[in-house]
């Protein structure tokens, strides 16, 4: 019999598991955001009859979830899943031992999972089970969503997600004129979904110090979802009057800094922030150490939000997985400050994705090659 192929359809259902994953970006904890959908034809063409998403704090698994809403509809299903199915004991039973139990007949997947406890595993109980498998189904599209999470998984890193908002001249900010408005709302709002798909968000302490933000998610309804935000402030230099340490109650603060015993660091420390002593590499914090800290504590996907010095150090050190920016059509002139990307100046070896319009704005979603 002739290996089967990937259909339209299995594309057309495999979009909508992942564009489902992208719900839980940043709330399964140090689990990736797994989605599935278990898909049956009830005599009208194939139809939905079971989705889950991996839960919030990481447990049940996704497939658990879609099982359960599937019940005696999963018999006989095509499941898609964005992440391989485990094969290893949980709380719950391997949730491929799970599907095979279920009685579906075709397993579609985007991406094989590394984790060693998994990889190549969940496939194979499938395969002798005598399930058709089939791998790699739109895998860029659903690196959307996991590739943090895969990056973690080979680099023991924290993954970078550049957020930039560029002028039509190329400016992230202007020196004459503080908090420069350069996005307009949607936008700016957009930014905010942004902020609640990432377990924490990154500044300078020049950004922290002189725009004074608070960094939280304001959206209506994401509230909650604020990430953790760290502070780069080599020198300890961040005061305890800011709006960073105001809103500490509605989110963590970390201050990564090479003077953790200094008198500022002890006055933020009793102030609720978390002090992170960090190395020091060309005068700076060293990031891919910082990352490798982050990646410790349970942090997959850092947002890195200003300024252009401290987005140049994460390229430099080729710690950016991806790259989001806004473009205006505001102009900024001579005492502006140059961005280190634009659509048209791409750093080397990274290419537009996706492409948006929010507003007056466009939005580009940069990626490696
Ligand atoms: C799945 N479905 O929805 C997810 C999976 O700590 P545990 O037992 O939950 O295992 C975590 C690992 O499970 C994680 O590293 C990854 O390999 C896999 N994630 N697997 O079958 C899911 N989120
Ligand atoms: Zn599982």
Redesign the pocket.
């Known amino acids: 019999m002739a290996a089967e192929n990937l259909t339209k359809t299995d594309e057309r259902f495999m979009a909508a598991a992942i564009r489902l994953g992208r719900r839980h970006l940043a709330r399964?904890g140090?689990?990736?955001?797994?989605s599935?959908l278990l898909v049956k034809d009830l005599g009208h063409g194939p139809v939905i009859v079971g989705s889950g998403?991996?839960d919030i704090g990481?447990?049940p698994?996704?497939?658990a979830a879609a099982l359960a809403e599937a019940g005696e509809h999963a018999k006989g299903a095509t499941a898609y899943?964005t992440?391989?199915?485990?094969a290893?004991h949980?709380?719950t039973p391997?949730?491929a031992v799970s599907l095979v139990n279920a009685g579906i007949t075709r397993l579609v997947s985007a991406l094989t999972?590394p984790?060693e406890?998994?990889s190549g595993k969940?496939y194979n109980i499938l395969r002798e089970a005598g399930i058709t498998v089939l791998v790699g189904c739109l895998e860029d599209e659903a690196r959307t969503v996991l590739g943090s999470y895969l990056n973690r998984s080979m680099t023991k890193r924290a993954q970078a997600t550049l957020k930039l908002a560029v002028s039509a001249d190329g400016m992230i900010g202007d020196r004459k004129i503080r908090q420069l408005m350069i996005t307009q709302e949607q936008a700016r709002h957009q930014s905010h979904i942004l902020r609640a798909e990432h377990d924490a968000i990154i500044v300078g302490v020049d950004t922290a110090i002189i725009d004074n933000p608070t960094l939280t998610c304001r959206l209506p309804g994401l509230e909650s979802r604020s990430p953790v935000r760290i502070v780069l402030d080599t020198g300890a230099r961040l005061g305890v009057d800011g709006a960073l340490v105001h809103t500490i109650d509605q989110a963590p603060l970390y201050v990564a800094t090479a003077y953790p015993q200094s008198d500022n660091a002890k006055a933020l420390a009793d102030h609720g922030a978390k002090i992170m002593a960090c190395d020091i590499h060309d005068g700076r914090i060293a990031l891919p150490e910082l990352m490798e800290d982050l990646a410790a504590i349970g942090i997959t996907r850092a947002l890195v939000e200003g300024g252009g010095q401290v987005a140049r150090s994460f390229l430099r050190d080729d710690l950016v997985e991806n790259i989001c920016l806004f473009e205006s059509d505001v102009e900024v002139g001579k005492s502006g400050i140059a961005s280190p990307v634009t659509s048209g100046d791409l750093p080397d070896g990274f290419v537009i994705k996706r492409r948006a319009i929010f507003g007056p704005d466009r939005y580009f979603e940069i990626g490696k090659n």
């Open positions: 399964t140090t689990n990736p955001s797994v599935t998403i991996t990481g447990r698994h996704a497939e899943v992440l391989e199915p485990c290893h949980g709380r391997p949730c999972d984790d406890r998994v969940g």
